[in-house]
């Protein structure tokens, strides 16, 4: 089970019994907040990538150094170390060794070879897993539904008849 669904389990222990309607308001009221940490978390982020992706990438900046770099033309690069070899394309982002390519996320490879060619690493990176795309994917307000008295429902909705 998942972190994410093993919290949603343990919020709703005392509202399962909650009428539909009152279980949906506990769920949004929780999603309400949990939104809005996130979104205060990652407004508050100063590095260009998220903090566990950059957490990911520092290890990959140490094992990336001390690698011997064969620039084979204007944008690949053979890249060797004690245990790796990987042939790296900047302009493709890729990577013989397929990290870069499936990831989206630079391997030591890349790293060693953009810093050769003097291009910053962030600047190839899937913009997913940047700062920006971390503080959009939480921009939106999640909205308390409100009474039902106050619901604006169609009436073409509100005849049809639902069956349990």
């Known amino acids: 089970?998942?972190?994410?669904?093993?919290?949603?389990?343990?919020?709703?222990?005392?509202?399962?019994?909650?009428?539909?309607?009152?279980?949906?308001?506990?769920?949004?009221?929780?999603?309400?907040?949990?939104?809005?940490?996130?979104r205060i978390i990652a407004m508050a982020i100063t590095a260009p990538l998220t903090p566990s992706w950059e957490s990911e990438f520092r290890p990959r900046f140490a094992q990336s150094n001390g690698q011997h770099i064969l620039q084979l033309n204007p944008v690949t690069y053979h890249v060797k170390g004690s245990e790796l070899e990987g042939v790296v394309d900047i302009f493709n982002k890729t990577c013989t060794c397929k990290e870069f390519d499936i990831d989206k996320?630079?391997?030591?490879?890349?790293?060693?070879?953009v810093h050769h060619a003097q291009v910053s690493v962030y600047s190839l990176v899937s913009p997913y897993y940047t700062k920006e795309y971390y503080v959009l994917a939480y921009s939106e307000t999640i909205y308390p539904v409100g009474s039902q008295s106050q619901w604006d429902v169609p009436n073409e909705v509100a005849i049809r008849v639902v069956w349990p």
């Open 1 to 38: 089970m998942t972190n994410m669904v093993e919290s949603l389990n343990n919020m709703l222990v005392n509202a399962r019994d909650f009428p539909y309607v009152a279980l949906l308001d506990v769920i949004q009221e929780k999603m309400s907040k949990w939104w809005n940490d996130r």
């Open 105 to 113: 996320l630079l391997c030591v490879h890349a790293i060693a070879a």
